[in-house]
Structures are given as structure tokens and as C-alpha cells.
């Protein structure tokens, strides 16, 4: 992800992420505090600090982009997977738990974790994306619809995909 005029990277593959300065071709990799912990979604913040899912456990990670360091954040199921996420303007991460059918958010500044189930009882949910208007969209994978939750009616709608199988 382009964050701060750099290029902010994960390697689910070697438990590591990384910046690259496109300007001098500098870059830097650093390990995960947690072993086997499965780098995979990433995004920024308006705060400076830049996210990440961590996969192969029930953690995201805020990483500070000026020392390149990790602060874990564990949710409370043991069996969360989070995907993918996105960070709205108050600092909210909103995750997709892939293995669970969850869509979840971290308030990091209270330490809250929120959960909301799927629509679909196979969802898989996978891409988030945060709209114009303030919902929260997401795809379920094995169920071949998009959702779309609103955060203050707390309501979730969902649209078929016409196409099947899609995996958006």
C-alpha cells in the first residue's frame, strides 16, 4: 500500500512485512512478533500508522511507521482469522474473519473488539472496502454475494453477484 510517499508490503510466506522507498530503492523487512502469524491484508491510517491481518492468528498489527516496529492486537476468539481490513476516519479497523463468517471491528484506542455474523452461513468473508457513504462492504467468497453493513443501524444488506461462482 502507497503510505507516507512509501511502499508498505507483506510476505504471508517468510512472516514479514516491509517498506520500500520507491525514491532511493531502500528497503526495509521485519518480522512479525508472533511466529507463523501470516502477514496478508494491509492498509493506512489517517493517524500515520499503517495496519495488518494477521492470518495465521486471532491478531492484527498497527506498525509504526517511523521505527518500522509492531504493536499486536489479539481478538477475543481464539479461532478469529482476520483477512483483510480497512481503517475508517475515527481510527476504527473494520477485519473480515475469513475462517469464522465474521466482520469485525477493533477499536484500538479503547481496546474494544465488536463482531457481527455473516449474512451467509458459508460466507468466507474476504475484500473490505469502506464506502462514500460509511458502510462497511464486504464479499462472501463461497456464498456469491457482496454485503454491506451499515455501522450506525448496525444492519447488514446483501446483493448477488450475477455471475456463479464468483469470488469478488
Known amino acids: 500500500i502507497a503510505h507516507g510517499g ?15 522507498d520507491p525514491a532511493t530503492g ?3 523487512v521485519f518480522s512479525t512478533p508472533t511466529p507463523r502469524s501470516t502477514p496478508y491484508g494491509i492498509a493506512a491510517a489517517s493517524d500515520g500508522s499503517v495496519w495488518v491481518a494477521l ?9 509504526d511507521t517511523t521505527s518500522g516496529s509492531m504493536k499486536e492486537f489479539t481478538l477475543p476468539n481464539p479461532a478469529a482469522r482476520p483477512r483483510r481490513l480497512q481503517v ?19 477499536d484500538p484506542k479503547a481496546g474494544q473488539v465488536r463482531e457481527w455474523k ?7 468473508p474476504y475484500g473490505i472496502a469502506i464506502g462514500s457513504d460509511g458502510r462497511i462492504w464486504f464479499n462472501e467468497s463461497q ?3 457482496m454485503a454491506a453493513f451499515d455501522p450506525r443501524a448496525e444492519q447488514m444488506e446483501t446483493v448477488q453477484i450475477p ?6
Open 6 to 20: 512509501r511502499i508498505w508490503f507483506t510476505d504471508a510466506n517468510n512472516d514479514t512485512y516491509g517498506v520500500l
Open 26 to 28: 531502500a528497503s526495509k
Open 55 to 63: 492470518l495465521g492468528t486471532n491478531k492484527l498489527g498497527r506498525v
Open 88 to 106: 475508517d476516519d475515527s481510527g476504527i479497523v473494520w477485519y473480515t474473519d475469513y475462517a469464522r463468517g465474521y466482520l469485525g471491528a477493533l
Open 118 to 124: 455473516s449474512p451467509s452461513d458459508s460466507a468466507g
Open 143 to 145: 456464498s456469491n454475494e
Open 163 to 168: 455471475t456463479s461462482p464468483a469470488v469478488v
